[in-house]
């Protein structure tokens, strides 16, 4: 009786190689094995944030020169960027106007055609579509931008120009136009899979009550998703206010707050095209390249920002996925 006791427990499992007991030295060696796995986890999870935490102290340090050194008062309120005049002058606040300019122009564009692809890939096409078509939309994520940025200047630019006579093409305008792509594979793969998740029943409830399609999707589909729409919405800010090359590239470079606001033809510059444009020419120990570090410090405090922003959104989209 013992011997048929002890056969059937060390038996394995009708679907499973691994039997219904183990014996402690099977026990001890996935106990190890968990562990050390946890610990490779862990490790690799702290040298990121480690890494993250690093290049935050690093530019911290570097701009600290410049910020005890001068007026953060004038930094970020005056208009006047003149690093190669006598004396200098570091203000920033035309550059800031101008990463927020373009990037929040490139949502106006973004953001409506982002939300209806999320609709229309997630209520709309049938399954076996929208696994086609929405890898297909996240390949242009992949695209690098300076690709974009020579779209932008070669042909953008000039088609700009003659259609509307501009004075230049490379504008507000333009680079808007440009970020508004770039952004919109972010934002319609994070407003679909939450629009996703919400479930059928969600649907069927509003369809029984007697509700459209479109009555559904307006009414009922959209305000339940809102908050995974607006953590999309910021992840794509965040993707456009980042960007580099294509404002570097598409934008004119001229470090001044449109006037009027609404005028996308004019030129801007931006906080990335700034510390990318003149950090090879700033002395190493000078106040100027102190200034570049400070716009890199403000601009890793707004990403921050808006990270946090979206990381509440997405909480809550998943929480109220969660309960339907």
């Not at 953060?72 to 550059?95: C, D, H, K, M, Y």
């Not at 696994?131 to 242009?140: A, D, R, W």
């Not at 589909?221 to 980042?242: D, F, N, Q």
């Not at 570049?292 to 922003?309: D, E, I, K, R």
Request: proline share 5%; charged share 10%; glycine share 8%.
């Amino acid at each position: 009786m013992n011997d048929s006791n002890a056969a059937f427990t060390l038996a394995p499992a009708a679907d499973s190689p691994r039997p219904l007991a183990l014996t402690p030295g099977q026990d001890l060696r996935g106990y190890l094995s968990a562990l050390l796995g946890r610990a490779v986890l862990f490790f690799i999870t702290f040298s990121s944030v480690l890494a993250v935490l690093l290049i935050l102290v690093f530019v911290v340090i570097r701009s600290v020169g410049f910020l005890s050194g001068s007026s953060i008062v004038e930094f970020l309120a005056s208009q006047n960027w003149r690093p190669t005049a006598e004396p200098p002058v570091f203000g920033a606040l035309a550059i800031i106007v101008g990463s927020l300019y373009v990037s929040f122009a490139a949502l106006v564009f973004a953001v409506p055609l982002g939300i209806l692809a999320a609709v229309f890939l997630s209520d709309i096409v049938s399954w076996k579509v929208r696994n086609v078509v929405k890898p297909i939309v996240e390949i242009l994520a992949a695209i690098p931008s300076v690709a974009y940025g020579f779209f932008a200047v070669l042909v953008l630019a000039p088609w700009l120009q003659k259609q509307f006579g501009f004075s230049t093409g490379t504008n507000a305008l333009n680079a808007s136009l440009i970020l508004a792509i770039m952004a919109l594979p972010t934002i319609i793969s994070v407003a679909e899979d939450s629009i996703s998740a919400l479930g059928r029943e969600l649907r069927e409830a509003s369809y029984s009550c007697g509700a459209t399609r479109l009555e559904t999707i307006v009414r009922v589909v959209i305000p339940a998703a809102h908050s995974g729409i607006i953590a999309a919405v910021v992840l794509g800010m965040m993707r456009a206010i980042g960007e580099t090359m294509v404002v570097w590239m598409a934008s004119g470079n001229a470090p001044q707050i449109p006037h009027p606001w609404w005028d996308l033809a004019q030129s801007v510059r931006t906080l990335t095209a700034t510390i990318a444009g003149e950090m090879g020419e700033a002395p190493e120990t000078s106040l100027h390249r102190g200034a570049l570090f400070a716009m890199g410090v403000l601009l890793l405090l707004m990403t921050l920002g808006m990270n946090l922003v979206s990381e509440y959104f997405l909480a809550r989209a998943k929480k109220a996925g969660g309960r339907t």
